[in-house]
């Protein structure tokens, strides 16, 4: 393709190592031949093939309405494939959950209970798995400790900004210690200064935990900045349209923002994406 | 209540929410007692306010009875519609075949006037006071049926994803979800029934007449109708009326003890 800039590097062809070698990683998710046609007759998702490894941080972007949630939904087995199949740690659904094989998924609202304080709140997925709250009351603390709330576990939801319910609902996230972490636009609704400072703490995060992540965004420079790939959808039918590697080191922080480097990466994945917009027009 | 210095009374807290409401209510009895005593209306026509206080001081006893005949009724009714409403909406929200079965049905009690079906169930049970409680919960169950059903299933979708993907059992969706989740909307339908309740047990009674042995207020209010007894009527009706406020209150209270700290229709105007 000829809008490729010389530090983008096309990895859909043949995989190319980037520093880390991810290459050699395990697989965390393999997409086999999945496809999704709703109930309904539409046709979500054309059948995509796609491997994530262990320590990756995917972003997913692409124009509103090419499968981003849908494929994520897939990967966290809240839709079933309609052809296809997927694969966890190279096995089915029924052992993810098991120690090493965790998942959780931050959506795009914070979905707290309202009802419910800030700590109960984090502690309810050990509470469904049945944790008892001896046990459970240091890994909430620690969990909030992390997202920056540690002062703020007895208050309600409705006390906290927009940003704070967001960083509450990656709490509730990392409280089961995952493995893999699936965000569905989770700062989209976030003014630019709050986003930024999230996506700080969460390359941050993901890169001390060692996580592996799948990321719905629709922000060309959230993309960029966290992503160690990213993967550009079209739609009608949804499918993946190009691939990128972004190769710079972790943990990135202010100085790569700024940089020349990331001004370029940003310039080519826009040419990438009117390119996908184009190519999503419906032809019928 | 903190008084600030810097607000002006109209906009403080406290007095939009009291002391604006009682004012209006004294003023208006003033002008009531006014108008009475100025054009020197009797009181066997159109009693005073302090007029209908004596007579309430002087039919205490009957009254109090009464009162406490038709709260009998009207409590046992509201228990009896809560208790059904909820296990009706419990029931509705296990299936669509359930509740497309069945709702119709408890539309159907809604639709038809008590005044029309009360005479069949006094007529149909024996015990006076148990048909008059019938009767009153057949008006009060409606608002909790609905309430509850609604608020069962009005559940963030997100939420329930949220479970669902943590393999939570359905015990543990409906007592840390659904229940919760539909808590503030059964408030909102206790609000409403609790005063149908009362409407039930009077309208009940007047239907029963001067017969039933059970003498509540409205009988009191028949009796004194009959012998032209105006004052006394006021004074039944007074007492139905602060009744009523009093139910009233117990729902609110009972709401914002229990809603107070999350959800907006608990919640005091922040300002
Ligand atoms: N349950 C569903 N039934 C029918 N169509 C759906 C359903 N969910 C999503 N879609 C359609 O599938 C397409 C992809 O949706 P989605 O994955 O939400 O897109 P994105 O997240 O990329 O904006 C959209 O056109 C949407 O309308
Ligand atoms: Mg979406």
Known sequence: MKHQEASLRVVSASPAPTAADPAEAPP????????????????????????????????LIGPSGCGKSTLLKLVANLHQP??????????????????????????????????????????????????????????????????????????????????????????????????????DEPFGALDEFTRNKLDDDLVQLSWERQLTTVFVTHS??????LSTRVIVMAANPGRVFHEFAIDEPMPRGDAFRGSARFAELCRGLSAVLTEASIASQRRD | MRPSIKKPLMGQEWFVRFASPALVGVLLLAVWQAACRMNEVPVYLFPAPTDIMATLA???????????????????????????GTGLAFLFVQSRFIEFSLFPYAILLQVTPIAAVAPLIIILVKDTSTALT???????????????????????????????????GRLQTLWRLRIPSALPFFLAGLRISCGLSLIGAVVAEFVAGTGGRSAGLAYEILQSSFQLDIPRM???????????????????GLSRLLLGHWHESAMESES
Not at chain 1, 89 to 98: A, L, N, T, Y
Not at chain 1, 110 to 134: C, H, I, Q, S
Not at chain 2, 234 to 252: D, E, K, N, S
């Open chain 2, 134 to 168: 019938v009767c009153a919960a057949v008006i009060a169950v409606f608002p909790i049926i609905s309430n509850t059903t609604l608020g069962l299933k009005s559940v963030d979708p997100g939420l329930l994803s949220f479970f669902r993907m943590n393999k939570a």
């Open chain 1, 220 to 225: 060309i420079y959230e993309a960029v900045f």
């Open chain 2, 234 to 252: 006021f004074a039944a009706l007074f007492l139905i009326t602060v009744t009523g406020i009093g139910l009233f209150l117990l729902m609110a």
């Open chain 1, 82 to 183: 309609s052809d296809g199949r997927i694969a966890w740690w190279r096995g089915d659904f029924r052992r993810v959950g098991e120690a090493g094989r965790r998942l959780a998924f931050v959506f795009q609202d914070p979905t707290l209970m309202p009802w419910a304080r800030v700590d109960a709140n984090v502690r309810l997925p050990l509470d469904l798995a049945g944790v008892p709250r001896a046990g459970a009351a240091p890994r909430v603390a620690a969990a909030l400790e992390q997202v920056g709330l540690g002062r703020h576990g007895r208050h309600y939801p409705r006390q906290l900004s927009g940003g704070m319910r967001m960083r509450v609902s990656i709490a509730r996230a990392l409280v089961t210690e995952p493995n893999l972490l699936l965000m």
């Open chain 1, 28 to 59: 965390v998710v393999d997409i086999l031949s999945a496809e999704k046609v709703f109930a309904n007759g539409m046709r979500g998702l054309a059948p995509i093939d796609l491997t994530i490894r262990q320590g990756e941080f995917v972003s």
């Open chain 2, 58 to 84: 002087r039919e205490w006893p009957a009254l109090i009875g009464a009162l406490g005949s038709t709260l009998a009724v009207t409590l046992k009714a509201f228990a009896l519609a809560v208790l059904f």
